[in-house]
């Protein structure tokens, strides 16, 4: 059973940082590309970042470019993402989800919220 189980979210100032964490178990993690895709409250759904199964290869939504890293530990079967400079626009629930090819995604964490806020 693939399952994907997200942490590290909370309240954080305008400015601050966080780092996000995906633990994924059920399916060889090493061979998938991975991303982050968020949901703000009372929006859609928007891509954040993706990352490809080694891990050499990232891109990024405009809004998040050189604020946010996405990365991986295939060893720990982990999908990070640090996110600097947070914005309170940047609040939403953000979701690890594992990627079939871009934009198509065929398996979601729980998700976990993220709070920017003074």
């Known amino acids: 059973e693939v399952q994907l189980v997200e942490s590290g979210g909370g309240l954080v100032q305008p400015g601050g940082s966080l780092r996000l964490s995906c633990a994924a178990s059920g399916f060889t993690f090493s061979s998938y590309a991975m991303s982050w895709v968020r949901q703000a409250p009372g929006k859609g759904l928007e891509w954040v970042s993706a990352?490809?199964?080694?891990?050499?290869?990232?891109s990024y939504a405009d809004s998040v470019k050189g604020r946010f890293t996405i990365s991986r530990d295939n060893a720990k079967n982990t999908l990070y993402l640090q996110m600097n400079s947070l914005k309170p626009e940047d609040t939403a629930v953000y979701y690890c989800?594992?990627?079939?090819?871009?934009?198509?995604?065929?398996?979601w964490g729980q998700g976990t919220q993220v709070t920017v806020s003074s």
């Open positions: 989800v594992k990627t079939v090819v871009a934009g198509t995604y065929d398996y």
């Open positions: 990352i490809n199964s080694g891990g050499g290869s990232t």
